[in-house]
Structures are given as structure tokens and as C-alpha cells.
């Protein structure tokens, strides 16, 4: 018996590459809208409790309504928005993050899925602060660049289209001047750090494709910490892990730079750890397709798991 899954949103960007991902599924059973009923709000609530999981990549509001609107018990979730990455009762979809975390994506209810960002951010950061190499209270930084496929709609419309009344002609442009970003609380939550970290994202003219990095003084760290330890750590983490791999240390120092769109096209995440041990410092680093492991990628991931097939499947 086939699998019922909804797409709510499925015309945005991450919804129409979760699509493009699961078209040729012969064990799932698509449930698609069309047109005018997309919008329709006795259309989408027969939609959604007709499905065994739906999956929403709807602006946060949007999603918040969306869950609303279950009112059958069977009916499971996978949500792509911010709205419940923090909230109780709901899972975090990033199934490398900690041992269990796969088998609490397998029997949730209600799953989250990570922010790109936030998930080069973790999968650097959360095995070195639980090995106590990075105190929960160290002042932490994460630098990143994104492809702007990232900002959605609008944003690609930036970029591609001169007819936008928003077009530019940036290569490069930091953004969140503010200091305040939606994927902040998720990477101090699930890092488990007392402050949050001091987050300085940046968009690049390429339309996917993302690089995460938290570079350590490693001579102010309270213990004597080297690269090479730091990287055994990580490797440690995903020893077992079919999409998030480290490079050795022979790879990384054989490499002079680092293309953002590397992993194109694939739900895969590889960290580096780029050290001098005469300076003391390292920069840590997490490549990924923001469209894949960082949204469309992982949302099939966490559905594979939660349906109970190879997580791999359709990746």
C-alpha cells in the first residue's frame, strides 16, 4: 500500500524540488492541487487530512495555518518553514545531528526541518561542544554564503529577472545588518550554546550552493586543541553517516579554495577543518546544496525515514 503525501506549497522553490524528487516514486501516492484550489482553503484542508504525511514549504503564517487545519490523527508532518524549529513537540529533522535522533524522526508526528544554514552550523559545532572542545559559553561565529535561491521567489527574481522592480546587479552582498536572523535560536538550541552566535550570512550571484564556516582561535580555547583532534571528532560524529562525510586531512590540505556549488544537486554535507597550528587557528567549514541537505534534500531524507525505506531513496 502506497504512502499518501501532500505538498502544500509544492510551486515554490523548495516545493517544486521535494516534487521533482518524488515524481518517479512508485511507492508514494501524490495528492496535488491545481490551479485556483492551491489557495482554497476547503480544498487544502481535504487535501492534508486525506494525506499520511504532508509536507509544507509555506511561508511560517502559512504553515502555522496549515497545522491547523489537521483534524485526523494519522496525518503526520513535515514542516519546511522556521515556524516550529524551536517548538516543543516537534522534532528536528537533521538525522546525523545525535545518536537517536534518527529513530525519533522515524516515529514523530510532527517533523521540522533544519534551516541550511543551521545545518552546516550544527554538524560543525555540535560534536566538538559535546566533547567539550568549544565551551557552551564561547563567543561563536558563523560566517556563510548562499546562493540566492535561498531568498525564494523574490530574491530569484532579483537576480535573474532586469524586469524586477527589485533586480540588481550585486556579485555579492552581505545581508541581516541587524545581527538578527531566523535561523540564530535553531543553531543556539541545538548546539546547545548559552549565547547566541554571532551570525554574518551573505548571498553570492549563483543560484544554489552554500558554504558554512566557524573559524576558532584554538590558542584561546581552554583546552590544548589541535586541528587534527577537532577533525577525529568530527569524524567520529559520522563515521556512520551516508550523506555527511569530513575530508581527510590530506584532501583538505591539497585544496587552495572552495566552490560553494561543489555539491550541487546532491543531498550531501562535507565539512573541512583548514588549520595552522603554528597560529593557533582553524577554520571550520560546511559545504552543501542549500536546496538539498539544506531544504528539498533533507525533507526526502526525514520522509524516507519516517515511511520506513532506505533513507537514500530518490537521493
Known amino acids: 500500500m502506497s504512502t499518501k503525501i501532500f505538498i502544500d506549497g509544492e510551486a515554490g522553490t523548495t516545493g517544486l524540488q521535494i516534487r521533482s524528487r518524488l515524481d518517479s516514486r512508485t511507492d508514494l501516492e501524490m495528492i496535488r492541487l491545481e490551479g485556483p484550489a492551491r489557495k482554497d482553503e476547503s480544498a487544502r484542508r481535504e487535501a492534508i487530512n486525506e494525506s499520511d504525511i ?22 503526520r508532518v513535515i514542516d519546511a518553514s522556521t515556524a516550529y524549529r524551536t517548538a516543543q ?34 554538524a560543525l559545532l555540535r560534536p566538538l561542544v559535546e566533547h567539550g572542545i568549544v565551551p557552551k559559553g564561547w563567543p561563536v561565529t558563523v560566517n556563510a554564503v548562499s546562493g540566492y535561491s535561498g531568498g525564494g521567489k523574490s530574491l530569484i527574481a532579483a537576480f ?9 546587479t550585486d556579485n555579492f552582498r552581505i545581508y ?12 543556539q538550541l541545538y548546539c546547545d550554546l548559552h549565547h547566541p552566535p554571532l551570525f554574518a550570512p551573505s548571498v553570492g550571484r549563483f543560484a544554489q550552493g552554500m558554504i558554512v564556516e566557524v573559524p576558532l582561535q584554538l590558542w584561546a580555547l581552554p583546552g590544548a586543541t589541535g586541528p587534527d583532534e577537532i577533525r ?84
Open 54 to 75: 504532508v509536507i509544507l514549504c509555506l511561508p511560517d503564517e502559512a504553515a502555522r495555518e496549515a497545522v491547523s487545519l489537521i483534524a485526523r490523527d494519522h496525518v
Open 89 to 122: 513537540g516537534w522534532v528536528y529533522g537533521f538525522p546525523e545531528m545525535a545518536p537517536g535522533q534518527h529513530r525519533a524522526i522515524a516515529a514523530a508526528q510532527r517533523v521540522t526541518n533544519p534551516g541550511c544554514y543551521p545545518t552546516g552550523a550544527i
Open 160 to 168: 535573474e529577472d532586469p524586469a524586477a522592480s527589485n533586480h540588481t
Open 176 to 187: 541581516a545588518l541587524g545581527l538578527g536572523h531566523k535561523h540564530i535560536a535553531e543553531m
Open 232 to 315: 577525529d571528532i568530527l569524524e567520529g560524529a559520522y563515521r556512520d553517516s551516508y550523506f555527511v562525510e569530513v575530508a581527510s586531512r590530506e584532501e583538505t590540505e591539497a585544496l587552495s579554495s572552495l566552490d560553494p556549488e561543489r555539491l550541487n544537486g546532491t543531498n550531501r554535507l562535507k565539512l573541512f577543518v583548514f588549520g595552522n597550528e603554528e597560529l593557533g587557528q582553524a577554520r571550520l567549514v560546511a559545504l552543501l546544496d542549500n536546496l538539498g541537505k539544506g531544504a528539498s534534500g533533507q525533507a526526502v531524507q526525514n520522509l524516507n525515514i519516517m515511511i520506513g525505506v532506505d533513507e537514500a531513496t530518490g537521493l
